[in-house]
T-cell receptor, first 116, second 111 residues
């Protein structure tokens, strides 16, 4: 039982490049989400999904795209990287208790992204 | 609009003493509150939670207190240990929806 697995752990991109951050969970959780962590700002929600085929925007969605084709995977795509997207990205999953409600989230180890 | 606020970026305590981390919130719809702990280069891990129908929840050395009228919660760690040194995030949710996090407090426990 690996929990939430994120790849890669580190990445450097040039401005304008695109890439996909991978996230997979093996806990059969319906609810998955992506956060970014910036100094002094805590964790801010980018996108989330309440189940396969369903995604929605969080607090800071601009410049990011997500899809949820399976319960296990929730990739985050940066369409055209910008220096403002330099951050640490965390994927999380949680168990749904029905009607869109969830319990505490389990986090991956994070991806440190630098855009130059 | 920061709905969950941790006003102390850092806290330093002596080993064996009590650590008290504070968190304030503005959204009266929040009904479930959580504390996460984060070590460097790792993801946050769930520590303890409390429902709005309670005012206290205890788990070993960790106790969370909720004061709904003041929209304030606190995490008490006693006794504090050097291994408790980490960033602590307060988080809240309304009706089991998405989590809203505070900015985090860096706790340092000195031997």
């Amino acid at each position: 039982n690996a929990g939430v697995t994120q790849t890669p752990k580190f990445q450097v991109l040039k401005t304008g490049q695109s890439m996909t951050l991978q996230c997979a969970q093996d806990m059969n959780h319906e609810y998955m989400s992506w956060y970014r962590q910036d100094p002094g700002m805590g964790l801010r929600l980018i996108h989330y999904s309440v189940g396969a085929g369903i995604t929605d925007q969080g607090e800071v969605p601009n410049g990011y795209n997500v899809s949820r084709s399976t319960t296990e995977d929730f990739p985050l795509r940066l369409l055209s990287a910008a220096p403002s997207q330099t951050s640490v990205y965390f994927c999380a999953s949680s168990y749904s208790i029905g009607r869109g409600q969830t319990t505490e989230a389990f986090f991956g180890q994070g991806t440190r992204l630098t855009v130059v | 609009d920061q709905q969950v606020k941790q006003n102390s970026p850092s806290l330093s305590v002596q080993e064996g003493r009590i650590s008290i981390l504070n968190c304030d919130y503005t959204n009266s719809m929040f009904d479930y509150f959580l504390w996460y702990k984060k070590y460097p280069a790792e993801g946050p891990t769930f520590l303890i939670s409390i429902s709005s129908i309670k005012d206290k929840n205890e788990d070993g050395r960790f106790t969370v207190f909720l004061n709904k009228s003041a929209k304030h919660l606190s995490l008490h760690i006693v006794p504090s240990q050097p291994g408790d040194s980490a960033v602590y995030f307060c988080a809240a949710m309304a009706s089991g929806s998405r989590l809203t996090f505070g900015e985090g407090t860096q706790l340092t426990v000195n031997p």
